[in-house]
């Protein structure tokens, strides 16, 4: 991924594009170069996002189908440690109290819910924003383009 680290530029490092105007430079052309810069800007700065994003999206992906196919996994699972949960403590008992042991399983699954809820609104809070990098970088250019116009 190329590196949008934005640099410190002296003007005799720039480009000419980039050069300080002279005096006798028209309005117009002034104008004409500014709106260059802009558009230059504008499209690296969408360049970064979209490398950006293209990574984070490549991630996520990855992630969420490796989880899945854990979760798949896991429900067939707690389907039938369910069954046998329930039959088992339905038979422990006594003699016509399956019900009873399956009543109990569904209530400690619903804690488990609502542990689990609470739990993953806590960690959704703290999400931080996407593009960080993007984000940085769009700042900065308001920020120096904000101090080029003083």
Same mark, same amino acid.
């Given at each position: 991924?190329?590196?949008?680290?934005?640099?410190?530029?002296?003007?005799?490092?720039?480009?000419?594009?980039?050069?300080?105007?002279?005096?006798?430079?028209?309005?117009?052309?002034?104008?004409?170069?500014?709106?260059?810069?802009?558009?230059?800007?504008?499209?690296?700065?969408?360049?970064?996002?979209?490398?950006?994003?293209?990574?984070?999206?490549?991630? *996520?992906?990855? =992630? #969420?189908?490796?989880?899945?196919?854990? /979760?798949? %996994?896991? @429900?067939?699972? +707690?389907?039938?440690?369910? &069954?046998? *949960?329930?039959? =088992? #403590?339905?038979?422990?008992?006594?003699? /016509?109290? %399956?019900? @009873?042991?399956? +009543?109990?399983?569904?209530? &400690?699954?619903?804690?488990?819910?609502?542990?689990?809820?609470?739990?993953?609104?806590?960690?959704?809070?703290?999400?931080?924003?996407?593009?960080?990098?993007?984000?940085?970088?769009?700042?900065?250019?308001?920020?120096?383009?904000?101090?080029?116009?003083?």
């Amino acid at each position: 991924m190329p590196d949008f680290t934005p640099t410190i530029a002296r003007y005799d490092d720039m480009d000419s594009d980039l050069r300080p105007p002279r005096a006798d430079e028209s309005l117009g052309d002034l104008a004409k170069q500014a709106s260059e810069q802009a558009s230059t800007l504008i499209r690296d700065e969408v360049a970064l996002a979209k490398l950006e994003l293209k990574d984070d999206i490549r991630e *996520a992906v990855a =992630g #969420i189908s490796l989880f899945s196919a854990a /979760g798949v %996994t896991a @429900l067939l699972s +707690v389907l039938m440690l369910s &069954v046998a *949960a329930g039959f =088992g #403590i339905g038979t422990a008992i006594g003699e /016509g109290w %399956t019900w @009873l042991g399956f +009543v109990i399983v569904g209530v &400690v699954y619903l804690i488990i819910a609502g542990i689990a809820a609470v739990l993953g609104r806590k960690h959704a809070e703290e999400i931080p924003p996407p593009a960080p990098r993007t984000t940085r970088q769009a700042k900065q250019t308001v920020a120096a383009t904000k101090e080029i116009g003083r």
